[in-house]
């Protein structure tokens, strides 16, 4: 059967790509609250989307969030009619998870071209969300419509759920797993949100940071001031920020934090033979990926170490004061700083950001009141590779890339990943065909168009092994 989807999806290729340039094209950004219309007309396009490749019961499920008033929806949709095997075996149930959401493009400036205006250039395109994550969420979409317009009926049982509100912390999809885990029933995951650790080489991620982000806010005076006439004796709260950051962190990259590295599970021997024999160039991750002078952190671990099983701090943005053009010579009565942790395993979100908190209000300077909020978090996870699963994933993306696939670690974070494991309690197979320099969350977003044609093939293929048995 997937040789018929496979041809399927190669005749219609060219059709796939124009209709993610439609989806594209809608600013779905969940953060903005300007952009909700946006974000249900994308919701919409998806249900559309799942409806033509022939799943059924597609229907958005409305969410509340803290991030959002009201929530952003899910799209649900699901086929259940796989025939048994000769056996009579049950054909088993796989959970495709993606999202619709996409990140605010700012700063626009920076884009070569619109950033909800997809355009082809050099083999790839470029737009918000290309690969993060409309392109390969759409990928599932087109094998599923693949396997059904070929041969008429799906391999295995597939449910779906389609999510608008990740890059805001996913909290609508984790309380409905939660609550109504029984409507996801599923024997695995797949999860299409991450990248290949190169070009042409096929790759798995088993495991991803967590991660808890913050906001950091310091009080002075009743109200904003004139430094000519206070400064000098008038608490600043940038000044104060400035302090506490940078006793967060010590000079070699560790983080000061007592207690912060407790209890973390370092990564296995195996793991690290496997690291060490990737085709990674740190000089060159350093000049093309990273663009800076130095890399930084903690120089007894390799980069890859530092970026997948090491747990960091970093400061986002600090809000606050005058950032006009001209100058104003004011002490602000309150500034604030986003502050994010990654996790590693070993580490909880909750015990971590009370580790922080303590810490920040010990070392607040004097004459300022401090206030630490946390807005989002998330687990880390490493998924176990002995399973049917992650087997018939392996073998799909190695028949359609031909070479061996390799196993990765991810540095980011996809909270619904650990919900899967805790609530559902499946397997999740991480099968991302991004590429690092795809710019994922930064101007000039990617994605290479024959991995989104790859991806296709690959999903339809590992839906084929999985209900072979393989």
Sequence with gaps: ???????????????????????LRIPSVSTAPEHVGDVRKAAEFVADGLRAAGMENVRLIETTSAAHEGGHPLVYADWLKAEPSADGKAKPTVLLYGHYDVQPAEPLDEWKSP??????????????GAVDDKGQMWMHVKALESAMKADGKLPVNVRVIVEGEEEVGGEGIAAFVREHGDQLKADAALVSDTEMFAPELPTLCVGLRGMIYTELEARGAATDLHSGMYGGAAPNPFVALAQMIAQLKKEDG??????????????????????????FDEEEYRKHEVGSSELTGEAMFSVLERTWSRPTMDVHGMPGGFVGVGAKTVIPAKATAKISFRLVPGMKPEATFA????????????????????????????????????????????????????????????????????????????????????NLHAPNEKFHLANFHRGIESIVRFLDKVGAGA
């Design 1 to 23: 059967m997937s040789e018929a989807a496979v041809g399927y999806a190669r005749e219609q290729g060219a059709r796939f790509v124009e209709e993610l340039k439609d989806l």
């Design 254 to 279: 560790r983080i000061a934090i007592p207690g912060f590295y407790d209890g973390i599970e370092e990564p296995t021997k195996a793991e690290l033979e496997a690291w060490r024999s990737l085709p």
């Design 115 to 128: 950033p909800f205006e997809p355009t082809e250039r050099d083999g790839n395109i470029y737009a918000r």
């Design 355 to 438: 580790k922080y908190k303590k810490f920040v209000e010990e070392i607040c300077p004097k004459g300022i009141q401090v206030k630490v909020t946390l807005i989002h978090s998330g687990e880390p996870i490493v998924v176990s590779t002995d399973n049917a699963y992650v087997h018939a994933a392996t073998e799909a993306m190695a028949e359609v890339f031909g070479k061996e696939t390799v196993f990765v670690r991810g540095g980011g974070s996809i909270p619904i990943v650990g919900d899967f494991v805790r609530e559902l309690g499946i397997p999740t197979v991480m099968m991302g065909f991004g590429l690092p320099d795809d």
